[in-house]
């Protein structure tokens, strides 16, 4: 049980202790749902940190960067001081500079956008393919878009090889 409580000491003629005056109110409630919400925001934060994925938020209306986790750089090559505050366009991630203008014109008329192909640039100039999903959300009162991306480039490649061999069988 939590209490939140307010009162003054009442002293009789000679100053002896004589009670207590005040209120107390139970905000149990309270302390509850304050310590949900960090037990939810440490294992959100620790979910984006472990993550085998790219995760990146973003500002819907001008693609602002908010906020990258570390297998973002180990993907692109940007930290995130490099990418943070500026859009994907400016830092040159998108070869296709209507990529994220259709992605946010998905986002705005659902939920979310699942399994996208999209080619981003790396830092060093080559070209990646990520499969993508994304999903929308209010971060301190602005409309924002998480992405969470995995590089399939490889597996792609692999894959158009062994279809190739196939076809030449």
């Known amino acids: 049980l939590w209490s939140l409580v307010s009162g003054n000491p009442l ?27 960090q037990r939810t925001q440490g294992m959100l934060d620790q979910l984006v940190r472990v993550s085998p994925d790219v995760v990146l938020v973003c500002r819907l209306r001008d693609g602002v960067v908010l906020l990258v986790n570390d297998r973002f750089r180990q993907v692109t090559g940007y930290d995130g001081h490099e990418v943070i505050g500026r859009s994907a366009q400016q830092v040159g991630l998108v070869p296709d500079g209507e990529l994220p203008r259709r992605i ?6 659902v939920d979310a956008v699942r ?5 981003i640039r790396l830092k060093d100039g080559r070209e990646r393919t990520l499969l993508m999903s994304g999903g929308t959300f209010d971060w301190d009162g602005e409309p924002v878009a998480v992405f969470i991306a995995r590089d399939v480039t490889d597996v792609e490649r692999a894959r158009l090889e062994a279809d190739a061999i196939l076809d030449n069988a």
């Open 11 to 37: 002293f009789d003629a000679l100053g002896g202790f004589a009670g207590w005056r005040g209120v107390s109110r139970n905000v149990t409630a309270q302390q509850q749902a304050v310590a949900a919400q």
């Open 115 to 119: 399994d996208e192909r999209v080619t």
């Open 104 to 109: 946010a014109a998905r986002l705005r008329g």
